[in-house]
Every structure is written in C-alpha cells, then in structure tokens.
C-alpha cells in the first residue's frame, strides 16, 4: 500500500535521533522514500543498518544542527530534555534555527519546556506524536497529530506524509499530546480487557484461539487488536512495544486526570495492572503479557498455540 509521502521530497535534509523500536524503522522509510536523512542514536551500534543503506550518521547531536528540520523519538521526559536541552544536546550551542519534530509520547510540560528554549535559539519545536506500531512503519501507516506554529507544520508536514497515511493538526502549545495520550488510554484499557475475557474464556472451555480470531475479525477488530491477539495466542510476547513505555503513558493520563478532577475508574484499573506487571520485573514485555498475568492469579492453565 502506498500514500502521497511515497513521491521524493530530497529537498529538505532531515536530522534523525533515536534508533529504537520506532525510530529506526520511520528513518529507514524516510531514507527509502528519498529523504536526505542523518542519524544520530546514542548507542552507536543501531545505527549501522542505516549507514549500509545510506545514511548519513552523525556522531554527535551537535552534527544535526545543520540540517533543515530534526525530528526526535526517544523514550520519556528526561530523554527528551537530554537530546534537547541537555549538555551537548540539539539546542546547546550554535545553529540552532532549525525545527524540531518531536514524536515521541511525553508530556505537555516538558514541550512547552523544550519549545521555549527552542524559540530562544531560534528555531521552534512541532509536537508530533504517533499512532502505530513498528510493523505499520515500512509502509507508511502511521497516524501523527501535530500541534505548534501553522508555519512549522507546514514546513514538517512532507516528510510527516511519508511517515503516515493522516496527518493531523490539532492546533498550537502541547495539545497534540493530549490527544496522544488520551489514545493510549483507549489502547491500553483495549489490551486489559482482552487479556481478562481471554482468560474467563479459557477458564469456561472456550478455545483462546477461537475467540481471538473472532475477536480480531469483529466489530473491535482493528490491526492494533489484532497484533495483540496475536501475541496473546502464542503467548511470544515481543517487546515491540514495552509495559513499561505504556506505564508512563497511562500515568500521564492519570496526571492529566487528577488535574481535571475527571473519574477514570477503568483507566485507573488498567494502570493498576500494568504498574504489576512492571514491578513483577516483565516491564520490557509487551503488555499483552498481561493474559498470563491474569491466568496466573486466577489459577487458569494458558495452553501454547502455534
Ligand atoms: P525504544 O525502543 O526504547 O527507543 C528509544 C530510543 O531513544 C533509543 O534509540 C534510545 O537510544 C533513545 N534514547 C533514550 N533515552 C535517551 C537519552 N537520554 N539520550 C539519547 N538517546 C536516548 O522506544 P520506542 O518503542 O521506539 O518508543 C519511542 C517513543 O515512541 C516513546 O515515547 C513511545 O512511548 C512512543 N511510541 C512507541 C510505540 C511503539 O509501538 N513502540 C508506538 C507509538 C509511540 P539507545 O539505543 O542508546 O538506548
């Protein structure tokens, strides 16, 4: 499947930083589609692949200052501040009249914090986080919404089209992450309460398989169901997606919570689990691992499936 970011857009040189399970993919298709691309990753070592197929690596952030617009997706908070604001980081130094694009999911608090010091230096910051995972990268399928100045969405929307099939504008300051979050709320309370029917299922005779099939094929059915239901079945849980990055996200949800003064009971009960999950020491799980977590305490057998 193609989108309208498949076309080349090599004009615009793109500085790219965190290699990770997200990173590494949304900066192969940006190279694939075209992109005069650089990458930086803290750990050397990940970015070989991109170098053998033509990236340029850039050994230090402060190398990334050159180019057009930077684009960040690292894990939390604190590491965003320390490719940013950090010593040595993108807006320490010279150059600095770039755009950042951050995609990673953190808080409103710390992008006003980073887009301050952004427009101090002379360049601003677009906050774009995203929906999907790795596997829906190559083909560009991911979805983004975005918040900041019009004109730096206007400038980071092309190589935003290569990454994802709906680019969306939610307007300026840090709403973009709100909505991002609220996303993973629905997602994680989404793979709980899979886990826990599962569960009930299997405890009744009802084949695990079978129902997650139904399931998937269904009314709820989506590829994020899917994949989960997948993992679920083989009870492989691959960490393309770890419990404990979802631990931060439904907190920052809890967050936003306690400052509205909003109920979430099931946001709160799914957030219970997940924090169990990660202090039983399976934070790098997916958090589909949740189903044996459940099986366990209810006493229920989770048979293999191929
Ligand atoms: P990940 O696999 O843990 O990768 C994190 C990347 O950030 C790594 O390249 C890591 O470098 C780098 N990094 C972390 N701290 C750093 C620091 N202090 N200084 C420099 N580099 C640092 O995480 P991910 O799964 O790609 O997720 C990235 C972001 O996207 C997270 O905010 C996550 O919540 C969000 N997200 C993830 C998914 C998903 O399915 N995985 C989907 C949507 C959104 P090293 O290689 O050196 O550790």
Avoid at 148 to 156: I, L, M, S, T, V
Avoid at 226 to 236: G, H, I, N
Avoid at 268 to 289: C, K, M, N, Q
Wanted: contains cysteine.
């Amino acid at each position: 499947m193609s989108n309208p970011g498949d076309t080349c857009h090599p004009a615009t040189s793109v500085g790219f930083v965190g290699l990770g399970n997200m990173g590494r993919p949304m900066a192969e298709r940006l190279l694939r589609c075209g992109w005069n691309i650089t990458v930086y990753n803290r750990t050397p070592a990940k970015t070989a692949s991109l170098a053998e197929a033509g990236a340029q690596v850039a050994r230090t952030l402060a190398e990334l200052r050159e180019c057009d617009i930077v684009i960040t997706m690292v894990g939390t908070d604190d590491d965003l501040r320390a490719v940013t604001l950090g010593t040595g980081g993108l807006l320490d130094g010279a150059n600095t009249d770039f755009l950042l694009v951050d995609c990673s999911t953190v808080s409103a608090e710390v992008t006003d914090e980073v887009a301050a010091a952004a427009r101090a230096c002379g360049g601003d910051l677009l906050a774009a986080p995203v929906a999907g995972g790795p596997s829906v990268i190559p083909e560009g399928r991911l979805a983004i919404v975005c918040s900041g100045a019009p004109e730096a969405f206007d400038h980071a929307k092309p190589a935003l089209n290569t990454l994802a099939h709906k680019v969306i504008y939610a307007g300026s300051g840090a709403i973009s992450r709100q909505v991002k979050i609220l996303h993973n709320l629905i997602a994680a309370v989404l793979v709980h309460v899979i886990a826990e029917v599962s569960v009930l299922g299997e405890s009744i005779g009802v084949d695990r398989g079978d129902l997650l099939e139904f399931v998937s094929a269904g009314a709820v059915g989506s590829p994020f169901v899917a994949y989960k239901a997948e993992l679920m079945k083989s009870l492989e849980f691959t960490a393309d997606f770890t419990a404990a990055l979802m631990l931060k996200d439904v907190t920052l949800g809890h967050d936003l919570a306690e400052m509205s003064g909003v109920d979430i009971p099931i946001v709160e009960h799914t957030r219970e689990a997940i924090a169990e999950l990660v202090a039983a020491g399976l934070g790098e799980s997916d958090i589909a691992r949740l189903i044996e977590f459940l099986a366990d305490r209810n006493g229920v057998a989770l048979t293999r499936r191929p």
